[in-house]
């Protein structure tokens, strides 16, 4: 691999001792595959937050390298395991909060700004077309490379952190021209509308191309999707397919740079959805949760669901996830009383996903396909998807 | 016999191999505490890795499986190298973070559990010794 003499000297530790470990990891990545250069990164998205994920190690490896670590570029965090304000409402124990916080404030220490969101791009780490970035995260690196047509490989914590410390990532996979065509065309025949739904889509298409051994679908057939329903898509096709960037006729930035992929073709149907849909909805459920905002909700969810819950009461535990930017604009909106007065709660900075709350609950029910597969696996719930009015109907029963 | 391969991470250390034909995901795969590998149906699951040459195919599983190495490194549960078919983002990683000497492109059929090894991660070469 070529180094810049700076990325030389950062190698040999004259920028200090996270700077080497950091570009020890960066040049080991080019080295494995087979990245001639490294490119300057725009921006960093980092994940491993979580102290339930971390543990004692990881935060060890945290302190060691915020002992001299900064970061060079606009760096923001994924969701942690918990509020960091609402932690107690939330049931969070406070030897777990205590250990969450020593993790967010080592990652503070090195000048990344604590968002502690799964959607950067909706709080101000929004990259342009053709930025090259580096995030981990594998639903924001989806919409990344796909809605917004930056460049980012799907990047781990440590891989994404030694990327902040040194602004660079080495060039290689969904970085260069050659690696972002579309690899299976999929035709769909039928009017997809709602995050639940694009959920329900992201999970057939990404077991299919799990199928396949493939990981970039060209989809046609969508002839409009919101900011909200794109969201939902990248968090299930990525957590289904490990899919980190797709191509949508008409909707995305780069279909048009590509030829349309020919060799492998499949339709997907109304009965292919409601099929997929029957398998996110486990048979016997009692819901006693119901949680939105996976990926964190935007203002444009959070409005709709203050709309929804006016004047109404919930009778089961209510999560709202939501970066605490977004939480603040509803607020200043007046559509954070309103849910609050329903009895909902905000859980800002993290999400059901990350939050330590296996066996808490019998069922969720949720609007997103992402949030079902983490219930059942690492949760053990019972799941069930439905639309933002389902959900909020379920709740107000 | 020595097999040369290519260097992931530097250093040189010495072991008993402990070879399995499956990939290996450290987080919820391996437990960082006992060096056991927990994995249900794995073809190590119950044996322990701690001290040992880890020789298998690839990582697989979620990426916090780096910080699983590096927290068996300070526990003293971790392997002393790691030998791969094909390295890939996490195992790397884990070794870089870990400091653990590791060495990838080797057959890995050639190798026995039991045999003792000498991985030289600096080199990108092990050799079998016995």
Redesign the interface.
Same mark, same amino acid.
């Given at each position: 691999m070529k180094l810049t003499s700076e990325e030389q000297e950062m190698l040999e530790g004259k920028y200090g001792k996270a700077a080497k470990?950091s570009m #020890?990891?960066l040049t080991? !990545?080019g %080295?494995?595959f087979h990245s001639d250069y490294m490119v300057d990164v725009y921006g960093v998205q980092i =994940?491993?937050v979580s102290y339930a994920? !971390?543990? #004692? =190690?990881?935060l %060890?490896?945290l302190s060691e390298m915020a002992d001299d670590g900064k970061v060079r570029v606009l760096t923001t965090l994924n969701p942690a395991g918990m509020d960091r304000e609402n932690w107690k409402v939330l049931g969070i124990d406070e030897e777990f909060a205590k250990n969450q916080n020593r993790a967010i404030d080592a990652f503070a220490k090195m000048g990344i700004i604590t968002t502690c969101s799964c959607t950067p791009y909706l709080i101000g780490n929004a990259p342009h077309f053709g930025q090259h970035i580096a995030w =981990?995260e594998s639903s924001a690196v989806c919409y990344a490379n796909s809605v917004i047509g930056a460049r980012t490989n799907r %990047?781990?914590?440590?891989?994404a952190l030694a990327s902040a410390l040194t602004g660079k990532t080495p060039n290689y996979g969904y970085h260069l021209d050659q690696n972002r065509h579309g690899e299976v065309l999929i035709n769909i025949t039928t009017q997809v509308k709602g995050t639940d739904e694009f959920g329900v889509l992201g999970k057939i298409i990404g077991d299919k191309l799990g199928e396949l051994g493939k990981k970039i679908p060209y989809i046609t057939g969508i002839d409009s999707a919101t900011m909200e329903e794109l969201k939902s898509f990248c968090a299930s096709v990525a957590t289904y397919g490990g899919v980190a960037l797709f191509h949508m006729e008409g909707i995305t930035p780069e279909y048009n740079n590509y030829p349309k992929p020919t060799e492998i073709s499949f339709d997907i149907d109304r009965k292919d959805l409601e099929k997929t849909r029957s398998e996110l909805i486990d048979e016997d459920i009692e819901i006693d949760f119901v949680s939105i905002g996976c990926p964190h909700a935007s203002i444009h969810e959070i409005a709709k669901i203050a709309s929804l819950l006016d004047g109404k009461k919930v009778n089961k535990e209510f999560w709202i996830t939501t970066a605490r930017p977004t939480k603040k604009i509803a607020d200043e909106a007046g559509y954070s009383k309103i849910i609050e007065d329903a009895g909902a709660k905000f859980a800002a900075d993290t999400c059901c996903v990350v939050a330590p709350i296996k066996g808490r609950f019998k069922g969720i029910m949720v609007d997103s396909a992402k949030a079902c597969y983490y219930g059942r696996a690492k949760n053990q719930f019972k799941v069930k998807i439905g639309t933002i009015e389902e959900c909020i109907e379920e709740a107000t029963l | 016999m020595k097999l040369e391969g290519r260097k992931i991470y530097k250093g040189i250390a010495e072991g008993e191999a402990i070879v399995t034909k499956d990939g290996i995901s450290f987080y919820g795969g391996v437990d960082p505490d006992t060096g056991k590998v927990v994995e249900v149906g794995h073809e190590l699951e119950g044996q322990s890795i701690t001290g040992k040459v880890l020789v298998f195919p690839t990582g697989k599983g979620s990426t916090v499986g780096s910080y699983t190495m590096y927290r068996m490194k300070k526990n003293n549960t971790a392997p002393v190298a790691i030998v791969n078919k094909q390295i890939d983002t996490i195992i790397a990683v884990g070794c870089i973070i870990s400091e653990i000497p590791c060495v990838d492109k080797i057959d890995i059929d050639n190798i026995n559990t039991g045999q003792i090894l000498v991985v030289n991660g600096s080199e990108g070469t092990i050799e079998i010794i016995e």
């Open positions: 470990k #020890e990891i080991t !990545l %080295e494995i =994940a491993g994920n !971390l543990g #004692e =190690a990881g %060890e490896f =981990a %990047e781990g914590g440590p891989s | -």
